[in-house]
């Protein structure tokens, strides 16, 4: 476990994957065992980061260039940082996060060009925190875009990109999985919601050292 006394875990994976289901659940499910959960998201999490969020996720696709959108979702994940995470894991509180860093090494970082190397810079340089435990919900695209597809409402920019890039980026999310499987648990995500959540939660109270209930 790192030095900080809360615990941090993200989901990460394709648009349409399940990660906010999950996430929900997996906060609900610890906050039942009587732990001190906080529920948050990105790009948002914080007041500043909202407003970000609506910046880089409404408009025109070809608003921002991809080095000015590194930039913003960076700038949206300090405030992020700075107002919520820090000072909740400081608390010794568990912070579950639907998406964090790993979701800007895929999808501004494979996006276009070589942009990883500008990605990690910026990671390094204004991030530095790294979560303690990170699930991947694994789903073949068509399924998680059929899925996103289904829900209503003016945030469709990245979703829009289509299957092939989301096939590229389920590839980079597993490969990033299997550099470093002491933060990374990768789920099949093509199961019944329960099936998944029951899955999630026993990872989870494993990495806490908890017995599985
Ligand atoms: P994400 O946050 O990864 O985009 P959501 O949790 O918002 O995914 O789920 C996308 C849609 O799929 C929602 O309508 C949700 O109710 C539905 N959904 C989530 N998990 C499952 C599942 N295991 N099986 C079927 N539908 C699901
Ligand atoms: P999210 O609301 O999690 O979408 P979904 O529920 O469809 O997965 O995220 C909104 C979009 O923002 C999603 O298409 C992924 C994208 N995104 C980035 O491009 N870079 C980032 O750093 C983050 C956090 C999200």
Redesign the pocket.
């Known amino acids: 476990m790192s030095a900080r006394p809360g615990i941090f875990i993200t989901f990460e ?1 394709i ?8 996430a929900r659940l997996l906060a609900e499910a610890l906050g039942a065992a009587g732990h001190d959960v906080v529920l948050t998201r990105e790009p948002g999490g914080s007041e500043g980061a909202e407003q970000i969020r609506a910046l880089v996720l409404e408009g025109e696709p070809e608003r921002w260039s991809p080095q000015t959108e590194i930039l913003l979702f960076t700038a949206a994940r300090r405030d992020h940082l700075e107002k919520r995470i820090w000072p909740a894991l400081e608390a010794g509180r568990i912070v579950i996060s ?1 998406r964090f860093a790993d979701s800007t090494r895929m999808y501004q970082g494979l996006r276009r060009g070589d942009l990883r190397a500008q990605v990690d810079g910026l990671h390094r340089m204004m991030i530095g925190t790294e979560p303690d435990l990170t699930f991947v ?1 694994d789903m073949d695209p068509a399924t ?1 875009l059929a ?2 597809k ?2 209503q409402g003016g945030e469709e920019r990245f979703e829009d990109f289509g299957e092939g890039l989301q096939r590229e980026m389920r590839a980079g999310f597993l490969a990033l999985a299997s550099a470093d499987p002491a933060r990374f648990r990768v789920i099949d ?1 093509a ?3 329960e099936a ?1 959540a029951a899955d999630v939660l026993a990872r989870a109270l494993d990495r806490l050292g908890e017995p599985v209930r």
């Open positions: 994976g648009d349409g994957s399940g990660k906010s289901t999950q639907d919900i998680g899925r996103a289904g829900r995500g199961r019944p919601v998944v």
